[in-house]
Nanobody, 125 residues
Framework: QVQLVESGGGLVQAGGSLRLSCAASGRTFSSYVMGWFRQAPGKEREFVAAITGNGGSTFYGDSVKGRFTISRDNAKKMVYLQMNSLKPEDTAIYYC??????????????????WGQGTQVTVSS
């Protein structure tokens, strides 16, 4: 049984930084694409970032490109999201998710088969 647990959310001022972590309990962690999504009140869940199983390729949503960095440590079965230059519009619940190999549409929600419970990020102006 796969479990994903996010941590690191909190309150930060605009322009500040946070690092989110996602701990995975499943087997063969390195076989899976890992992604981050976020959802703000009244909005649909939005793609933030994804990283391939070996960490060789990363992908970002347009709204966070240049500010956020996704990374992974397969030995620790961890995924990270470094968030810099935060803006109030980044306020959302952030979710870690897992997708099987064999697809290249990393921003598509339906490709992800396991999701964490989410962690709240609030950016004040």
């Amino acid at each position: 049984q796969v479990q994903l647990v996010e941590s690191g959310g909190g309150l930060v001022q605009a322009g500040g930084s946070l690092r989110l972590s996602c701990a995975a309990s499943g087997r063969t962690f390195s076989s899976y694409v890992m992604g981050w999504f976020r959802q703000a009140p009244g909005k649909e869940r939005e793609f933030v970032a994804a990283i391939t199983g070996n960490g060789g390729s990363t992908f970002y949503g347009d709204s966070v490109k240049g500010r956020f960095t996704i990374s992974r440590d397969n030995a620790k079965k961890m995924v990270y999201l470094q968030m810099n230059s935060l803006k109030p519009e980044d306020t959302a619940i952030y979710y870690c998710a897992r997708a099987p190999s064999g697809y290249n549409d990393y921003a598509t929600l339906r490709r992800y088969d396991y999701w964490g419970q989410g962690t709240q990020v609030t950016v004040s102006s």
